[in-house]
């Protein structure tokens, strides 16, 4: 068995990330111009490295080059496109479908004579181009996928769904307002503007009243976080409290939503005590925390007042998202270092290895890494919203297109709801803490394979011996599921793994009688044999409902008997403010 913890040995080239402030040799005046020309390129590129796109073509070009025959063939694929297109009009065979997840042509107007053979000639089009993408062979697998992803943007971009006059659901709008859709489309059109430059969040829900509004105190702060400890609402709780990690790369309250599907809310409800972390919005000031401060000061910061005021009772840890990596890595660290204080980890949409990381990944390589590192050193972090258009091109159908549609074209008006106001409070990255955790985590996958430095000394994630509960979802393009379960291959522990229904938030979110929800469940014991991911899909039953009722079952039987609930503070560790304290408000 190869050694996990052998020395990195990786090719890759690290970037400098240390101390910005600190002089390094790229630090001229030709790299600071070149700095310059990167954040004025990165203002049209949505932050990609132009680089990273140009070798990729340049790469797929020269090996089309090199095969001519292949490329000839594409030519005879072409005409066979053509001929079931034909096919097609005359109300033959070789007609195509829209994937499941394609709703660009749901409506029933497109399956109406002119458009279903528009719509036909626009998915054979497409599939034609995915074949250009993937051929010839030898292309380098990254570069290939960065090729057929550009290509999918373009192919989005010019779909006659978002041209009005080739959309006959807008064509029918339209007709039936008087052109009303049209005004109200460019109403809609300058608000988006307006709110793109500074307005706030979704109107009718205020954070303290609306959202995050679970009673509780701030117990703890530092430069970091803010620490909440939940009002209790029971006579009795579980011995062992519910510490909650989430990501900060979104604020903590899409755990805390409305009082219905309030997660923190629900596990207060069950009778335990829980407390979660609010991490601060980060400006250029914290531009040096570093991946491992957000561990020190985070994660162990709020361990060690949970204990204090718990009455050292072991605790259920919990990660969201890069909340729980960053949980993994402080687990692996503890339990590396005989630090017992753990009763558990729970890991909701997580990753801890990321060979297959989803086409996130495509946005992340050496050259990418450095073109981002010049783009947030002028500012000190990442800005939210260069975040969201990163992941809006994951899915510009759903995410970008199909709002400009009902928006500007249809001239709807969205409903505001607490996920749309949590969504449109955004936060920062440090820049520092950004790159480390893009270049060590993604491109060097360190963490997996035990070269992940902590303290001067590598860390396994084996070493972990706790129950874990892991939670995937079915549609999740941010931490695919696929590599969420490979938890299961760097652990041999025993390890409860749930796919649910839903993506990256909408499938945690999932609160008891919630319609059309289901997940599947199993478990896998300690030293027991591991599936394959698509064998164990096709082996678990789904199950309709909430996966939170699994969660608190498998809690019960990892804690000890009830006990009175614990002040709200302790000594050191006095309350602070209301809940949900003051770093959320930070804009």
Known sequence: MPDMRAPDRSPVRSLDIRNPSEPSPRMTAAADLDRMLHVWQSRYTAGRSPSTIGLAVLDWVAHAANAPFQTAELGRTAL?????????????????????????????????????????????????????????????????????????????????SNVAWLNPEVIAATRASGGANVATGIGNFLRDQAAAHGAAAARGFAVGVDLAATPGKVVFRNALLELIQYAPTTETVAAQPVLIVPAWIMKYYILDLSAGNSLVRWLVGQGRTVFAISWR????????????????????????????????????????????????????????????????????????DFTEAGELDLFITADQLDFLNDVMQTQGYLDGKQMAGAFQMLRPNDLVWSHAIRAYLLGEQDAPNDLMAWNADGTRLPARMHIEYLQRLFLDNALAEGRLLVDGRPLALGD??????????????????????????????????????????????????????HFRFRVRAAGGHTLGPDEWQRDTAAQDGSWWLAWDAWLDRHSGPRVTPPPLGAAGFPPLCDAPGTYIREG
């Open 80 to 160: 066979t496109q053509w001929q079931r297109l034909v096919q097609a009009a005359m109300g033959g065979k070789g007609t195509i479908a829209p994937h499941p997840d394609d709703r660009r042509f749901a409506h029933p107007a497109w399956l109406r004579s002119p458009y279903d053979l528009l719509v036909q000639a626009v998915l054979l089009g497409e599939e034609w181009w995915d074949r250009v993408a993937r051929s010839p062979g030898g292309v380098d697998r990254h570069n290939e996928r960065i090729v057929a992803f550009t290509v999918r943007q373009w192919l989005d971009l010019m779909s006659p």
């Open 464 to 517: 972990v011996k706790l129950p874990m509960f892991v939670v995937g979802t079915e549609h999740d393009h941010i931490a695919p599921w696929r590599s969420v379960f490979k938890l299961h291959l760097l652990n041999d522990g025993e390890l409860t793994f749930v796919l649910t229904s839903g993506g990256h938030n909408a499938g945690i979110v999932s609160e008891p009688g919630h319609p059309h929800r």
């Open 281 to 352: 919005n980060p400006g250029p000031e914290m531009r040096d925390t570093s991946l491992d401060d957000y561990r020190t000061q985070g994660v162990m910061a709020a361990i060690d007042a949970v204990q204090a005021i718990c009455g050292d009772a072991k605790i259920h840890a919990t990660g969201y998202c890069l909340g729980g990596t960053l949980l993994s890595i402080a687990a692996a660290a503890m339990a590396r270092d005989d630090d017992p204080r753990l009763a558990g980890v729970s890991l909701f949409a997580a990753q801890t």
